[in-house]
T-cell receptor, first 115, second 112 residues
Framework: GAGVSQSPRYKVAKRGQDVALRCDPI?????LFWYQQALGQGPEFLTY????????KSGLPSDRFFAERPEGSVSTLKIQRTQQEDSAVYLC?????????????FGPGTRLTVT | AQSVSQHNHHVILSEAASLELGCNYS??????LFWYVQYPGQHLQLLLK??????LVKGIKGFEAEFIKSKFSFNLRKPSVQWSDTAEYFC??????????FGTGTKLQVIP
């Protein structure tokens, strides 16, 4: 596709429910990132994949958060037993080597509201 | 660890006024610097970036930013803002590792 796509765009979950958020990166992009953007804040790093390998998950706020990218393309961010503090926009970005530096492109995000 | 500080949380300007948004960063190595914009209801878009070379970087829609290494700053400027510039602006930094650290954002409101 032309850009990074994410689905669903909006998700309402009751507290305690599990959710799965999907990211389709730009075709051929090796690197994929997940960020969390709480209301009134800048995006904060959650985790990073290079192909199927999760190289950094230091930003995941708790063990309820889990991300995977099994075939090195589509990625899923899963949140188990959602809590109200998980309400945020979840952004996915993919990047490629532009010959000098990496160029990172962001998707539209999934707005998660936990009630 | 890298960090970004944006000085203004909310800026209100009249159309045709000049804009300068402050950004200071902290990072120990070679930095890549970015300004992103998020228009109401839309996703993050790259406004401009600095990797190396000329410290004065020109971006889309008439925006520019100047990298001043001695001040660890990367301020965003526009000589004359328009109502359509109403948005939230994020300064961001990354190092050799691609992880991007964002500032908390500045909401710009332009009054016609």
């Amino acid at each position: 596709g032309a850009g990074v796509s994410q689905s669903p765009r909006y998700k309402v979950a009751k507290r305690g429910q599990d959710v799965a958020l999907r990211c389709d990166p730009i075709s051929g992009h090796v690197s994929l990132f997940w960020y969390q953007q709480a209301l009134g804040q800048g995006p904060e790093f959650l985790t990073y994949f290079q192909n199927e390998a999760q190289l950094d998950k230091s930003g995941l706020p708790s063990d309820r958060f889990f991300a995977e990218r099994p075939e090195g393309s589509v990625s899923t961010l899963k949140i188990q037993r959602t809590q109200q503090e998980d309400s945020a926009v979840y952004l996915c970005a993919s990047s490629f080597w532009a010959g000098e530096r990496y160029e990172q492109y962001f998707g539209p995000g999934t707005r998660l509201t936990v009630t | 660890a890298q960090s970004v500080s944006q000085h203004n949380h909310h800026v209100i300007l009249s159309e045709a006024a000049s804009l300068e948004l402050g950004c200071n960063y902290s990072y120990g190595g070679t930095v890549n610097l970015f300004w992103y914009v998020q228009y109401p209801g839309q996703h993050l878009q790259l406004l401009l970036k600095y990797f190396s070379g000329d410290p004065l970087v020109k971006g889309i829609k008439g925006f520019e930013a100047e990298f001043i290494k001695s001040k660890f700053s990367f301020n965003l400027r526009k000589p004359s803002v328009q109502w359509s510039d109403t948005a939230e602006y994020f300064c961001a930094v990354s190092g050799s590792y691609q992880k991007v650290t964002f500032g908390t954002g500045t909401k710009l409101q332009v009054i016609p």
